[in-house]
């Protein structure tokens, strides 16, 4: 009941029994950056975006989110920020003078595929009209 699409009800196209484990993963790291997409476009979000611990080692998640968002992506695969910014916020320090981040070095990242334009489309599509079709809405925008 969260998210950009809470009655939603996850599935899988096609059955996830015929993919092997590294399609399983790409394909959920494909949901996982236009979920993300989705969601920052909600909240009309602009500039860099910052991806922080595990998920900064997802390539396919990083690159996807880059190229569905059309902002640079900067992958941060150490400690989070968040627990950083917490513990300087609790001290008092947030971005004051003397303040140091550790730096991390991004992941090798290769460039966009093709197809994935064609496939994020698809997938919008799919989304959209079940999500109407769940709130009761048809063609158009009238209810039955």
């Known amino acids: 009941g969260t998210g950009p699409f809470p009655p939603r ?3 899988w196209t096609p059955d996830p029994a015929t993919l092997d484990p590294g399609e399983r993963t790409a394909a959920a790291s494909l949901s996982a950056a236009l ?3 989705t969601c920052l476009s909600l909240i009309g979000a602009c500039g860099p975006i910052i991806v922080e611990g595990p998920f900064a080692k997802n390539t396919v998640y990083c690159d996807a989110l880059e190229a569905l968002t059309g902002q640079p992506v900067e992958a941060k695969p150490g400690l989070t920020g968040t627990a950083v910014g917490a513990a300087l916020l609790a001290r008092g320090k947030a971005g ?3 303040t140091t981040f550790t730096e991390t070095k991004e992941p090798q990242r290769r460039a966009p595929w093709t197809g994935l ?3 994020a489309e698809t997938w919008r599509r799919r989304v959209t009209v079940e999500r109407a079709a769940e709130a009761g809405v048809m063609a158009g925008g009238e209810r039955p």
């Open 9 to 11: 009800t996850g599935d």
């Open 117 to 119: 334009q064609a496939y």
């Open 35 to 37: 979920t993300t997409e």
């Open 96 to 98: 004051g003078a003397g």
